[in-house]
């Protein structure tokens, strides 16, 4: 084998790797962390931070103090409310899950709540909370943006949403080709530079 040929297969394999890369790029980031006043919280969605419409998703909040000291569930009046984004302040909630204390990691008795997401598109998880008696931390109030995928079609179609102001269409993903395309036309614009610049 020549170094031509090497050469072209090593641009093949990297056009290739490349085309994998932009065609699975996925918007989901494990463990969104957000912080008020003197406490933290970290969510965590079953399964794989990646929850689907219509089918019941498992949320938990690791909160802890300034220093590292978990906050469970029964030192906090805690709250959490769920919306369909965008929302206005005087709607009401879309959901509001009761919490239970989880076990979830190395964390014992976290706040944590099922949640079913009735369609696929963008949600606030508002967790407001006070201490409870006994409890020394000030009170919070923590928003975390969810991108909730597809899911089983027949539990969400059942579901009414109440926030029906909402535009369908600010909900909707993009789909894989709508990536796909721009990315496979810059490999195409990589691989014509790269040949122009081996002519000349």
Avoid at 39 to 55: K, S
Avoid at 92 to 97: G, N
Avoid at 109 to 134: D, S, W
Wanted: aromatic share 8%.
């Amino acid at each position: 084998m020549n170094y031509l040929q090497v050469n072209k297969k090593l641009n093949v394999l990297l056009l290739f790797c490349l085309a994998i890369a932009i065609t699975h790029i996925h918007p989901v980031l494990a463990h969104k962390v957000q912080v008020a006043a003197d406490v933290g919280a970290t969510l965590h969605l079953e399964p794989n931070d990646n929850p689907r419409a219509g089918e019941p998703t498992q949320a938990w909040f690791a909160l802890t103090r300034k220093g590292g000291q978990t906050i469970p569930l029964a030192q906090c009046n805690c709250q959490l409310a769920v919306y369909a984004e965008p929302h206005t302040p005087s709607e009401p909630a879309l959901l509001e899950p009761s919490l239970q204390p989880v076990a979830a990691e190395r964390f014992q008795g976290i706040p944590g709540a099922e949640i079913t997401f009735p369609k696929p598109g963008i949600y606030q998880l508002q967790l407001n909370g006070k201490p409870a008696k006994g409890a020394s931390f000030q009170p919070f109030n923590l928003k975390f943006e969810v991108t909730v995928a597809a899911g089983n079609t027949q539990i969400t179609q059942s579901v009414q949403n109440v926030n029906s102001n909402v535009d369908q269409e600010t909900n909707k993903t993009l789909p894989v080709w709508a990536i796909a395309i721009p990315g496979l036309a810059l490999i195409g614009i990589f691989f014509v530079v790269l040949q122009k610049t081996r002519r000349s």
